[in-house]
């Protein structure tokens, strides 16, 4: 049972295996190369011929359909020309070549014994620079969704989200059509104020495009609600200065318009808007008040104040200048701070003389001192002169008479004290 099946079996297998060794030795054969081209370029599709005896060499198409009979085009497709028909190798070239052109292309050698080779035609895609879809837009607070989207790629193309060097990890999903990928990737990130403009790429690699990526440049627009802050005018504000307040709005997008309003009043006439900016010309008391600047987007409102207070001429050196001023004004002082300038008033309520009087004190200090010292010498003479034509007559020692002497002195001091005490108010 055992010999019979070897029999049946193995010794056909052997004398076939025997007939093709002898065979492939004497006899002509094909030989056909793989190739992988781009989509768009040139194939070329070779077959190696072994022996060649003049045999008729037919070339087909992946779908069976014969493209050349022994060098004769049968197929009407001018993308395909013969470039090469010589005994050793005979070579098709194909242009333009599309994913639809993806196959074994068959070259067949007929002879007695019809025999075929297959080379595969493989068509390469690369991707075109990716393109990032916003799937939810960035809000301040919240998240954006971004996809990273690459069309169309074979074999699909590999998608990489970067910020700052870093890889952001995104969740990549693959469709295919006809032979080609769409490929995304999607990423979500919270995001704040501070990200609005923030650069994000999105690299493609491909085995085609070798160590080149193709890089889409995002930067994020992050949506928020406008700050609005008013610039207050340095000083103070009298009546006939004029008052500029600048809105400085932020927000994004932009606000569109400033809106300017007084608290509980209406504008002023006089009052003159040009987007972020309000002019007040000629100021009176009048235009105290609250004004209020607002701005407001689709993502918020805000809104900032100003108090006007508008001083009259008249207040602001009453408010400087003390109620008793007796004193008389002293030249303009130039290290004088005050930027009043008094000259529709120089007689009365002068706050320049005012200042003067307040740097006079030490002088008047120095003289009162200096009266006081005058008036004590001359007090000391008299009373020497006093004592020496008292002592004629005297029966006291010199040391009584030095002691009185000194009490005098003493008595005089404080006499002169009050004096000068006097003349200091009497100065003043
Ligand atoms: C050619 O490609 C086909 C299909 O991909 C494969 O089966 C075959 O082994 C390849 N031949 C060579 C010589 O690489
Ligand atoms: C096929 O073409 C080759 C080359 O042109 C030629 O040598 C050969 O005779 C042709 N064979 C037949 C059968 O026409
Ligand atoms: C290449 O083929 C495509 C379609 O496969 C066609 O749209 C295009 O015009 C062709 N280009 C040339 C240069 O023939
Ligand atoms: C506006 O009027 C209301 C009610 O009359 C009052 O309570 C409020 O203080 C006023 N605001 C200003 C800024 O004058
Ligand atoms: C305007 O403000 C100034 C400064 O506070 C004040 O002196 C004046 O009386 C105010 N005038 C009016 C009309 O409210
Ligand atoms: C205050 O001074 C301005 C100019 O400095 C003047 O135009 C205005 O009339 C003065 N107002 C009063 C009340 O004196």
Request: proline fraction near 7%; include cysteine; charged fraction near 15%.
């Amino acid at each position: 049972m055992a010999f019979a099946t070897v029999w049946n079996y193995c010794v056909p297998l052997a004398i076939l295996t025997i007939a093709y060794l002898v065979r492939t030795a004497r006899c002509q054969a094909v030989q056909a190369e793989n190739v992988t081209v781009l989509e768009g370029g040139t194939a070329q599709i070779s077959c190696r011929l072994q022996n060649y005896d003049g045999s008729i060499v037919v070339i087909q198409n992946p779908r069976r359909q014969t493209l050349f009979f022994n060098g004769t085009r049968a197929l009407k497709d001018e993308r395909f020309q013969m470039v090469l028909f010589t005994p050793r190798l005979v070579r098709i070239e194909l242009t333009n070549v599309s994913v639809s052109d993806e196959g074994g292309y068959f070259c067949q050698l007929y002879t007695d014994d019809t025999h075929h080779q297959v080379a595969t035609l493989s068509v390469s895609v690369p991707p075109e620079t990716p393109t990032v879809e916003v799937k939810q837009k960035a809000v301040e607070g919240g998240e954006a969704e971004l996809s990273c989207v690459s069309p169309r790629s074979k074999p699909a193309a590999t998608l990489r989200w970067v910020r700052g060097g870093r890889e952001l990890p995104g969740v990549v999903s693959q469709q295919e059509d006809f032979k080609t990928f769409s490929v995304s990737s999607t990423i979500r990130i919270p995001v704040e104020r501070k990200d609005n403009g923030a650069a994000l790429s999105c690299e493609a690699s491909h085995p085609a495009l070798g160590g080149v990526k193709r890089t889409r440049h995002y930067r994020l627009n992050v949506y928020f609600a406008p700050t609005v802050s008013i610039v207050p005018p340095p000083g103070i504000l009298r009546e006939g200065d004029s008052l500029s307040l600048n809105c400085a709005v932020t927000g994004n997008p932009m606000p569109r318009s400033i809106q300017w309003s007084r608290i509980n009043e209406t504008l002023p006439e006089r009052a003159e808007i040009s987007g972020p900016n309000l002019q007040i010309s000629r100021l009176s008391q009048s235009h105290n008040g609250t004004y209020l600047c607002q701005a407001q987007n689709d993502y918020g409102w805000a809104g900032d104040h100003y108090s006007l207070l508008v001083y009259d001429n008249v207040s602001v050196t009453t408010t400087v200048v003390p109620p008793t001023t007796t004193s008389q004004p002293i030249t303009s002082h130039p290290s004088n701070p005050t930027p009043v300038v008094p000259i529709w008033d120089p007689y009365h309520k002068d706050p320049g003389a005012v200042v003067e009087t307040h740097s006079a004190v030490p002088y008047a200090v120095i003289g009162g001192v200096l009266a006081l010292l005058v008036f004590t010498v001359i007090c000391v003479l008299i009373i020497t002169i006093w004592c020496s034509v008292r002592q004629k007559g005297s029966y006291l020692t010199h040391e009584a008479s030095g002691l009185d002497e000194h009490g005098e002195v003493q008595e005089a001091f404080l006499n002169g004290n009050d004096a000068t005490q006097g003349k200091k108010e009497y100065l003043l």
